[in-house]
Each structure stands twice: as C-alpha cells, then as structure tokens.
Nanobody, 115 residues
Framework: QVQVVESGGGLAQPGESLRLSCTASGRTFSFNVMGWYRQAPGKEREFIAGIYSNGETKYDDSVKGRFTISRDRSMNTVHLQMNSLKPDDTAVYFC?????????WGMGTQVTVSS
C-alpha cells in the first residue's frame, strides 16, 4: 500500500503565490514519477505538472512559466510552487503516483484564488 498526502492549499489573491507539497509513503514504495492534477467545479480532472525519477519535468501549457515542480529525494516529497496565481487556478489539487501497476491518489487540497 502507498499513502499519498497533499498539503499547502489555501486562499490567495490574484498574482500571489502558494506552495503545495505531496508526500508518498509505504513500506516498499519507490519513487518513479509523481504528478499534480487539478479539478475545478464542473470540470474534469486535468494534468498540470509531473516529475520523473531522473528529474525530468513536464507541464501543461496553462501553468508553464508560472508553476514549478520539484522533488525532495530524501522524503519522497514533491512540491509545486505556484506563482502569479489566477482565478482560473481555483480548483482542488491532487497528487498521483504509480507503483506496481496501480495509481495512488491523495485526497486533494483546495486552492482558491480570489480578490
């Protein structure tokens, strides 16, 4: 079993920044790739950023240049630094990691961008 826990959501004004964290744990867990997704009200869940064990990163065009994903190797923790936030970034943010053929999701953390 793998446990995935997100943290760091909250309320921000347009233009401000927030930093999300995601930690995966489990007795036999080993990091391969971890991704951030978000789901806005009435919309489908969408991929926004991912990081691989070799350090390669990928971003959706909607966040490229504003969001940065990074990894703390020692703790199987991934961070998402979100700058220049917009009201359209309002969503529940989820973290996902695959392990032994199964996807493990966290419960999500709410990010609200509003003036």
């Amino acid at each position: 079993q793998v446990q995935v826990v997100e943290s760091g959501g909250g309320l921000a004004q347009p233009g401000e920044s927030l930093r999300l964290s995601c930690t995966a744990s489990g007795r036999t867990f080993s990091f391969n790739v971890m991704g951030w997704y978000r789901q806005a009200p009435g919309k489908e869940r969408e991929f926004i950023a991912g990081i691989y064990s070799n350090g390669e990163t990928k971003y959706d065009d909607s966040v490229k240049g504003r969001f940065t994903i990074s990894r703390d190797r020692s703790m199987n923790t991934v961070h998402l630094q979100m700058n220049s936030l917009k009201p359209d970034d309002t969503a529940v943010y989820f973290c996902k990691t695959p392990f032994r053929g199964r996807d493990y999701w966290g419960m999500g953390t709410q990010v609200t961008v509003s003036s």
